[in-house]
């Protein structure tokens, strides 16, 4: 495959949840690679408490 | 609550129940693995177990999900008691074509027990890697805490 025939497209995406990145080839108009990579920000929190009596 | 005992809920040491034997009673970690979902899914905190329902499906892709690695054992610091992944979760050369937007973690040992649900912008793959990395193992951004 000649390389220089892909169209490369990528983006980012951050906001309080997630900073994603993603990366696309292109070629002839076809899609032919994506991938993407998440961070996640938001952890899962439980809260323990206990009762006073 | 003590410090000590949330990390212990991590590592299952506790059981109040009086009905039976504890589930843990070997000295080697349960397999967690970590399963995707369309956007179509409804997973929430009242998930319970993993389904293959709504799962992706697709070129790479198994059923299930892929094995999550917990190589450092849960810690605290002070009052919260925290878990990471001591790994990216990754889902290598795969093609989903259809949107997903959530991870179910689960306990493929224990029944496929729910643990945690997360969600993210939806996305597809086609011929790609999907990962979800993970943060900084510490009492205020590691994946599970216990606070």
Known sequence: MDESLLEKREGTIDNDNETTTWVEYWLEGELVHRSAHVQLKRAVVSFGETAEF | MTNSFKVD???????????????????????????????????????????????????????????VTFGTAPSNTTTTA????????????????TSFDAMLLYNSTQSNKAVAVFTFTAQTVTAGTFSLTMPTNDASTGLLRLA
């Open chain 2, 9 to 67: 809920l991590f590592n299952a040491v506790h059981a109040f129940n009086a009905t039976g034997i504890p589930a843990h009673t070997v000295s080697t970690a349960d397999t967690f693995k970590a399963a995707l979902y369309v956007t179509t899914a409804t997973l929430t905190t009242t998930t319970t177990a993993y389904s293959a329902t709504n799962e992706v499906s697709g070129t790479g892709y198994t059923a299930g999900g892929v094995t």
């Open chain 2, 82 to 97: 925290f878990l990471t992944p001591s790994a990216s979760i990754t889902y290598t050369t795969v093609t989903l074509s």
